[in-house]
């Protein structure tokens, strides 16, 4: 009986610590009221008693996930408190994206902030996969040690894959862009000396780039409207499109964490071939290599695209027109059936939104009914090309805010 009652203890508890540590992070996330919470406004807040808040906020400062912020200047009657927000001295995570031609890794600390980034222009996706991920590990090590010399304490890891992602597995089930079925990603990365005793984690590279939209804590809310209330669909682009839909502030995932595949959507379907065996989908446009292709630019890199449409070469400008306007086609089909507030581009989308926004707009206005009462907004990603990465990281701190208690000990 004792035993049982002090398991409900330890678990109301652990829920009284993921509640005040969660209304801390909106607040630093800007959402409407005080930026740095007082005891007395979050138990408040919470209904808890004054006494029972000031034992969790204790702990957690105790645990360096709180800290304490200086009282404004005293202006009347009355000693004014202390507020609090998230710290970035103590917990941080690490998040990995395997790009198209390129491989990025970043620890960010629990405010959001970057603290180590490293990016290697290019791996080679065409080898088997232990060693593409080994390459992708030994970058993670990289940009370990540069965090911890720091005194930062990486809870874990994430990587964001393209494709069709087992997350409870953590296999990568199915990415035609890669070459790659049935690979049991977390197997390989488990076996990789730089990553020993990390607890690591896998999910869909565009997903994580939607988490990243909507997880920006220590800054404020800027053109998302509010995390509480976002939606949207983002776009993500490498060798493949992916997309991530958000709608009333929570990630679209669909039964099996397999939606947002916008890139397989029939744009023409006596289009040319896709990777994935069908025709005229929106990746034989707007993927990277097609663009490329397309702008004469085959074996080249998204940078080159860019100088080229910046110099105003006619086939880049062509072939970004015609990627606009198929994203278009098919997010017009995305808004129809979801009617999310807005079009995100982000991943390498966000450095060609200049040329591709407006042909991508066009179709919006001219396809989706809505459009006639309401325009559909089209706007660049705030964390653009490093999206996926950011919210593979994003990933493991929303872990530590929802259970927070194992790190601080008794
Ligand atoms: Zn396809």
Redesign the pocket.
């Known amino acids: 009986m004792a035993t049982v009652e002090r398991a409900r203890q330890s678990d109301l508890r652990e829920r009284n610590l993921a509640a005040v540590l969660a209304l801390v992070a909106d607040r630093t996330a800007g959402a409407g009221g005080d930026p740095a919470p007082s005891r007395a406004g979050l138990a408040a807040a919470t209904g808890m008693a004054r006494g029972t808040v000031s034992a969790l906020v204790d702990a957690l400062l105790a645990g360096r996930l709180l800290e304490e912020v200086p009282p404004p200047p005293r202006t009347g009657a009355g000693r004014p408190a202390h507020g609090l927000r998230l710290s970035g001295r103590r917990v941080a995570a690490l998040g990995v994206e395997l790009g198209a031609s390129h491989a990025v890794a970043c620890v960010r600390d629990l405010t959001g902030a970057v603290r180590a980034r490293e990016a290697v222009p290019t791996i080679d996706r065409t080898g088997p996969p232990a060693q593409v991920l080994a390459a992708s590990a030994e970058l993670a090590g990289r940009v370990l040690a540069d965090a911890r010399a720091q005194g930062l304490d990486v809870v874990g890891g994430a990587w964001a894959l393209p494709g069709l992602v087992d997350t409870g597995a953590g296999t990568l089930r199915l990415a035609p862009n890669l070459g790659w079925r049935d690979v049991d990603v977390l197997a390989l990365l488990g076996e990789h000396p730089a990553l020993q005793g990390l607890p690591l984690a896998v999910d869909n590279e565009a997903a994580l780039a939607a988490l990243a939209e909507l997880w920006h804590p220590g800054e404020p809310d800027d053109a998302a409207g509010g995390r509480r209330g976002a939606s949207f669909v983002l776009v993500t682009g490498e060798v493949g499109i992916g997309s991530g839909v958000v709608l009333g502030g929570r990630p679209l995932r669909g039964e099996r964490g397999w939606s947002g595949e916008l890139?397989?959507v029939t744009v023409d379907p006596s289009g040319p071939r896709?990777?994935?065996g069908?025709s005229g989908?929106l990746?034989a446009y707007a993927g990277q290599e097609a663009l490329l292709a397309r702008a004469g630019l085959a074996g080249g890199a998204a940078d080159d695209l860019r100088r080229a449409a910046e110099g105003e070469d006619p086939a880049a400008l062509a072939a970004l027109d015609d990627a606009g306007a198929a994203l278009g086609t098919a997010l017009a089909a995305a808004v129809n059936l979801l009617d999310v507030d807005a079009v995100v581009l982000g991943g390498s989308c966000a450095p060609l939104a200049p040329w591709l926004a407006p042909p991508l707009q066009r179709e919006l206005a001219a396809r989706v009914l809505r459009a006639r009462l309401l325009e559909v907004p089209v706007r660049v990603s705030a964390t653009g090309a490093d999206a996926a990465v950011m919210g593979a990281a994003a990933l493991v701190l929303q872990g530590v805010l929802d259970a927070p208690a194992p790190l601080l000990g008794a």
């Open positions: 890139g397989h896709c990777g994935c069908a989908c990746e």
